[in-house]
């Protein structure tokens, strides 16, 4: 059976040709264009080599040129390997090494960084986007390669429905990054039923500031836009004043972000100065949203805020409120059509409903990734007992929703991205001065959770914070370093020796 999710792009474009699909400020592509070009992106890609289940990586922010580019490497028969536009070159060279990939395209301001990657890697053909007079790079090719040459018949590689579309990293609380390998078809039902659930039409504008580089907004805002066929209006970086404008300026219907956004916009200390009428919902997820920010929100815009559940092993979209008559305020929601949600024990028991028992958040479901790349031991311990194991800490209630109670992993989710304390630890061990070294979450009012790290140097050993945080800083992504660091003589452990980083909080 024939399954390419680029077809979601192909059909919007047969129905309205003249629709304009994405915005970036005075930049308009209607759903033809959108099509066209990507259809340019994939000959070009399979003319210079590009076969079907090769990997693309892919690091751009909230470009019209991101869209167009992950289409194009769809519809060549690629995979696609979202990559967040702060990574480091030894982070680049993870990606493209682990998921194999032979092409990357990447965005100017971080050109030199990517290539230095992409060089560690072995990746020798690096597309670069840039912004004519303004923001370019000598670095690499121009991706306005990919767009050229002789306008070629419509492009669409034979893919099967298990056939790997996508590739998310994503991490646990030891060793490196694991790609969760997203399916033609689970892309496909997880812009179905999600998009259909919260009523989207094709008359909707969403405002696109979640990453499209993050499962969140690659699944739950890019690809039910372009399914249901609405229109993208894109935001590079979060700015309270410049998402308030796009709102007013094209008529946004709909807003999805992670909590720390809806309390950006809260705080915003001209928020009246903008009309903001025209939302007619906001979706939170990536993080819970505190009840009083909810409260506060929906009482300053006038708009119900839903809240949803998912990873990125699930494509996203797990649970979901799906209206404000059938929400429950501080649930994520039930799971959607064709999702199971349970909760289990450590043992693997099936737990009651209620408050009082809560578990491990299990789920099963066409949500689900078909396992981590290239990790076989990984994925048999996620799918123990046949189920996803989420790692996160809840309990259903006896009408079937889903609240969150913790992370039973150590994961920190820092203004809506995850950073994995392991990963940051085997930097700072790399310090000659350190001895151990544990990180953790700590509260933060705006952002949800800071990354903190507490140390212990070798004997004799000296070392400030600020030096410390700056090494950290040069080696991983801008979101991850620590922003404080605390020094004992030495850091509590059990019996095992394994540090106890309860104690540290």
Request: hydrophobic share 45%; net charge negative; proline share 5%.
């Amino acid at each position: 059976m024939d399954f390419n999710v680029a077809t979601i792009l192909r059909e919007s474009a047969k129905r309205r040709p003249g629709k304009v699909a994405v915005i970036l400020d005075d930049v308009r592509l209607t759903y033809a264009e959108l099509d066209q070009l990507s259809d340019k992106v994939a000959a070009n890609l399979v003319a210079r080599g590009l076969r079907p289940g090769d990997t693309v990586g892919l690091q751009l922010p909230n470009l019209p040129q991101f869209v167009v580019a992950h289409f194009g490497i769809l519809k060549a028969g690629g995979v696609v390997v979202p990559m967040n536009v702060l990574l480091k070159a030894p982070e680049v060279a993870f990606y493209l090494g682990n998921s194999g990939a032979r092409t990357l395209i990447t965005f100017a301001m971080v050109a030199d960084e990517a290539a230095k990657g992409a060089a560690e890697a072995g990746v020798e053909d690096v597309y670069v986007v840039g912004i004519p007079g303004l923001l370019e790079s000598d670095v690499g090719r121009s991706f306005d390669e990919l767009l050229g040459g002789d306008a070629p018949g419509p492009q669409m590689a034979r893919r099967g429905p298990e056939d790997t579309a996508v590739i998310i990293y994503t991490s646990g609380t030891t060793g490196t990054p694991k790609g969760a390998e997203l399916t033609h078809f689970t892309l496909y039902m997880n812009a179905d039923v999600p998009g259909r659930l919260f009523e989207f039409n094709d008359d909707d504008v969403v405002l696109t500031v979640l990453p499209l580089f993050h499962v969140f907004g690659l699944c739950s805002v890019m690809n039910i836009c372009i399914l249901l066929g609405g229109t993208m209006t894109l935001v590079m970086r979060f700015e309270p004043a410049k998402v308030l404008e796009v709102i007013q300026r094209d008529g946004a219907t709909v807003f999805e972000g992670v909590p720390t956004m809806f309390f950006g916009l809260l705080g915003h200390p001209e928020v009246d100065d903008y009309d903001v009428s025209s939302l007619r919902i906001a979706v939170s997820g990536g993080a819970a949203i505190p009840g009083e920010v909810i409260d506060r929100f929906e009482e300053k815009f006038g708009v119900v805020i839903l809240e949803g559940y998912g990873l990125s092993e699930t494509a996203s979209t797990t649970t979901f409120n799906v209206s404000a008559e059938e929400r429950k305020v501080y649930s994520v929601g039930k799971p959607i059509w064709g999702v199971e949600v349970d909760i289990w024990d450590d043992a693997g028991n099936r737990l009651p409903r209620g408050e009082s028992n809560v578990g491990e958040i299990v789920i099963r479901g066409f949500n689900v990734m078909k396992g981590y790349l290239g990790r076989p031991e990984a994925t048999e311990e996620a799918f123990a007992g046949g189920w996803f194991h989420s790692g996160d800490l809840g309990y259903l209630d006896d009408d079937g929703f889903l609240f969150i109670v913790d992370r039973k992993k150590e994961l920190i989710i820092r203004g809506g991205y995850n950073v994995y304390p392991r990963e940051i630890e085997e930097v700072i061990y790399q310090h000659p001065a350190v001895a151990e070294a544990a990180v953790i979450g700590v509260a933060d009012e705006k952002l949800g959770e800071e990354v903190k790290a507490v140390v212990a140097l070798k004997p004799g050993q000296s070392l400030g914070e600020r030096d410390l945080i700056g090494f950290v800083k040069e080696r991983v992504a801008a979101y991850k370093y620590p922003r404080s660091v605390e020094f004992r003589e030495s850091l509590p452990k059990g019996a095992t020796g394994k540090i106890l980083k309860k104690e540290l909080t």
